[in-house]
């Protein structure tokens, strides 16, 4: 008839009285930000009656509309694709790098694992690092 065993049943109610504590902390928690982020509103609007809201969107789109026609003017945007390409090519460059000293630091391991597996096995020809072998 019962189910539980004793040791399930303090479990069980150790996870249950565990799951209520959590949410009471997250209840708590969150009516502790919300409030705070009332109060901080409130403080805010206080101060300025309502007027800063406004005067940093006019100021904001002002700024950006300015400093986008200049660029324009300058041709600086050419400039910037420049440099984009070059950090794209470098980081590329870079990561190359990175994969050839990985494959170079991990070879030696493997090559003894391939001798102890099969002792008979022949080389695939490439470099340390991975590379097709240049031809002289």
Known sequence: MNKFTDDQRIRLWFDVFDKVHGLI????????????????YLTIDSMTGGVLKADI????????????????KIGIEKIIYWVLLLLAGSYGVLQQRLRYRKTKYLQ???KDLE????PNRTSSGL?????TPKEE
């Open 115 to 118: 001798i102890q597996i099969d």
């Open 25 to 40: 902390r997250f209840g708590f928690v969150s009516v502790i930000i919300v409030v705070f982020l009332i109060c901080t």
């Open 57 to 72: 969107n006019i100021k904001a789109d002002a700024d950006v509309n300015v400093f986008f026609h200049v660029l324009s």
């Open 108 to 110: 030696g391991r493997i």
């Open 127 to 131: 470099t340390e690092t991975g590379q």
